[in-house]
């Protein structure tokens, strides 16, 4: 009897092996293709930032060994005021329109839980800016603000005169502008997200806590925020590494201007990477970008671990 559950439970274990190893190489074509996609854009990218290679040096990148320059392009990196500039003005916009998109986000969906009339119309309006392709939002809030543009035209109604003010030429209004048209757009999806997480409370604890006498506030606090506390982290998460390479509305708006008071980062690499064609210097760049990226996704992954582990006690 035993002999027959020993050989039943070998031919199992041969079994899942074959089902392991015919999986394995069904899926190997797919897994040579993520690994060229991912894996050698990677090297070749490392390979680069070791080297002071460019377009303009008459060799090609196989060859730019030639042109070896190892951690010199890194070490320029901490030397770089420019560099640092547009850093400070990517976390910047971050710190400021991350948390104004998730309060007026919340705010809405807050709302949007409860029933009123033409709920389904209002809906459809907020989600109409993230629709919008950027380049096309960054035009239409290039032309709204400039010198004899509606806004300034508005700001006369009230005022009783004539309202001139160059938003996009002055260094400190320009990335207020920027900052104005990223909120617009963006806010529905942290909208659209924050209002999923809503969706998915018990309404019936809801309900017992109003029965018991619970201030909105308190249901809130209590019921609604534990409950959505993971959905937040992840719509927070997602904006602050999109917001992190904002280009395209920024780009068609100011091209990093006047002077360089609206460069970010990702508007810095396009400028060296085709007006200066300092490839080796870019690709170093690059991959702090990548490493940075990556820590912030660890930290986000870390909390949503922790919050889940931590609501499974």
Known sequence: MSKSISDTKGRQRLASADQRRLGFYLTLPTQILVLFIAVFPLLMQLYISMTDWTPLSGLNWTRAYELWAGFANYRDLFDDDRFFGALWRTFLIIIIAVPIEFLLGLAIAMLFMEEFPAKKVFYS??????????????????LLFQSDGPINQLLSLFTGSKVAISWLSDPDLALAVVIMADIWQWTPLMFLILLAGLLGVPNDQLKAATLLGASPWQRFVTIVLPKIKTIMIIAVAIRTIELFKIFDTLYIMTAGGPGVATETISVFIYKITTLELVWGYVAALALLILVTLSIVAALGMYLLQRNKSRASA
């Open 125 to 142: 309006a907020l989600l109409v800016p993230m629709m919008i392709v950027p380049a096309v939002a960054g035009y239409m809030f290039f």
